[in-house]
């Protein structure tokens, strides 16, 4: 048996965090950075809200913001 509670959010969601700047692609001003999870694990991202243009991409930490034992810096 679990002790952890259920999550009251129906669905997951990605925080998304505005950004300056303006997309290569369309020109919208509408840039957010966030994480997420894609092709060789989680990458943090820089993408346009509006055509979802990836300005930016780098490898986020390899478990995320946990960090196991005997891996800390």
Do not use: I, N
Request: with cysteine; glycine share 8%; proline share 10%.
């Amino acid at each position: 048996m679990h002790t952890f509670p259920r999550p009251a959010e129906q669905y997951l969601f990605a925080r998304r965090r505005p950004v300056q700047g303006t997309c290569p692609e369309c020109g919208a001003a509408a840039l957010a950075e966030y994480r997420v999870l894609s092709d060789g694990g989680l990458w943090d991202v820089r993408k346009c809200q509006r055509c979802l243009a990836s300005v930016e991409r780098t490898r986020a930490p390899r478990y995320g913001s946990y960090v196991p034992l005997g891996l800390e810096p």
